[in-house]
């Protein structure tokens, strides 16, 4: 019940690049739009073989950079350094390094 929300994103930035789906009046295209997105990904996944492992792999890696690596580079590279110390851009970069 989640996939639906997590094309959310994509959804938007389709659709305010396809001009069929500006218009209002017409919401139903947008609909159908959606719907055919959802099964297309599906079919999609359901064809790759082994495809859950695929998917195991790129979330362990994305994840683990959401929760290391990111944190550590915008703590690096922020505008506002005047409180920086050489330790704590030592320990950001064997962060960003070793994950």
Known sequence: FTYPVMLFPLYQITETKIRCLRDQRFCWRSIIFRSA??????????????FGL???IIGSLACSMLAFVLPALL???RKDRGDATRGGDVK????????
């Open 92 to 99: 950001d970069l064997s962060i960003i390094a070793f994950g």
């Open 75 to 77: 703590h690096f590279r």
């Open 37 to 50: 997105l959802v099964i297309m990904t599906g079919v999609i996944g359901l064809q790759i073989p082994h």
């Open 54 to 56: 695929f998917l195991g």
